[in-house]
């Protein structure tokens, strides 16, 4: 097995460990509002750390082996995984719009994978890599502080944390991609750059844990997917002189597949959204209003209304 064919098939299972831990991550915001980012007590989410935690280090081997500007796009099987295991292990069946992204983001990353290059041997210097961590946690803090203003809005809110969180996780993988070709057997070596992987991989799992309290499985977990490869395979193209064949042809034909790839996963977002909408309406229509007296006895015993003076009724009779 070639190492290109290696890691793609390390990037599958890594999909289907980590779609697996966003269904759970999901189902644990759904029961445990009152814990946004990391919901402690509660063992499914430790299982979801898990899951994650496995998809991880098969992500990391698989960029051992394969291009960052491949590997990164592959996560977004992600969420095309987690509508089929959605539906059969928590019984949340998907849309005609959501199946229809998710076959534009199978052809899309297809059509990818037939473009990619071989893997590049250059690497980011320590100049390099504190100025894209530095850019990186500014970032995030910029959009957590942005969410933080949006709490009136689950949806927006919900965009923005996994923007963070797509973001956190990609520039973790380029760390690693970094880590893995300057490797000499010396931890210590690498240890800031290790360290600094470490604090994005957990930033991004909280950050994605709270992205899902309120807006549902789909929309965060697209916008994260979208945002994670963007970010690591616009470092990989420009830092680390990753390139796609046939020249100049085959880069245009790879950013076109990137498009119908994410035009897919904008199928599967607004699918969820308009679901929830929709879902909203409903209940808004069939919740009664509530009951007014339109007569003036009603009116009388309402609470706070003033009585006629001397405590009688307004119903007088009246002298003819």
């Known amino acids: ?9 390390l990037s599958l299972v890594s999909a289907v460990a980590y779609a697996g831990g966003a269904i759970v991550q999901e189902r644990v915001a759904q029961t445990s509002p009152e814990s946004a980012y990391a919901p402690l007590r509660r063992p499914a989410w430790w299982g979801a750390g898990a899951l994650n935690g496995t998809g991880a280090l098969l992500h990391v081997i698989a960029l051992a082996y394969g291009p960052l500007s491949l ?10 995984l987690a509508l089929p295991m959605a539906a059969w292990f928590v019984r949340r069946r998907a849309g005609a719009t959501a199946w229809r992204g998710a076959i534009m983001a ?11 290059g071989s893997a590049s041997e250059d690497s980011l210097d320590g100049a390099e890599r504190l100025l894209v961590g530095l850019a990186t946690a500014g970032g995030v803090l910029v959009l957590m502080m942005s969410a933080r203003a949006a709490h009136r809005h689950p949806v927006v809110r919900a965009v923005l944390l996994a923007v963070a969180a797509g973001s956190a996780f990609g520039m973790a993988s380029v760390f690693t991609k970094s880590v893995a070709l300057d490797w000499s057997g010396e931890p210590f070596a690498q240890l800031t750059t290790l360290l600094a992987i470490a604090a994005l991989a957990t930033a991004g799992m909280l950050l994605s844990q709270a992205s899902y309290r309120g807006a549902g499985l789909a929309a965060p977990l ?20 990753e390139t796609f064949r046939h020249g100049t042809t085959g880069t245009i034909l ?27 309406h409903v209940v808004a229509q069939h919740t009664p209003a509530p009951s007014v007296p339109d007569s003036p006895a009603g009116l009388e015993n309402m609470p706070g209304r003033p009585k006629p003076p001397g405590g009688g009724s307004t119903n007088r009779n009246v002298r003819s």
Do not use: W
Not at 1 to 9: I, N, P, Q, T, W
Not at 71 to 80: D, E
Not at 222 to 241: D, I, R
Not at 254 to 280: M, Q, Y
């Open 106 to 116: 199978t052809v899309g990353l297809a059509g990818l994978l037939t473009l990619t």
């Open 254 to 280: 790879a950013l076109g597949c990137g498009v119908v790839a994410a035009g897919g996963l904008i199928l599967l977002t607004t699918e969820r959204i308009g679901r929830e909408n929709g879902t909203a």
């Open 71 to 80: 590997v990164q796009p592959l996560g977004a099987l992600t969420i095309v």
């Open 222 to 241: 697209a916008t994260a997917t979208v945002v994670n490869p963007v970010v690591a395979a616009a470092v990989g193209l420009t830092l680390f002189g």
């Open 1 to 9: 097995m070639s190492a290109l064919a290696l890691s793609v098939l």
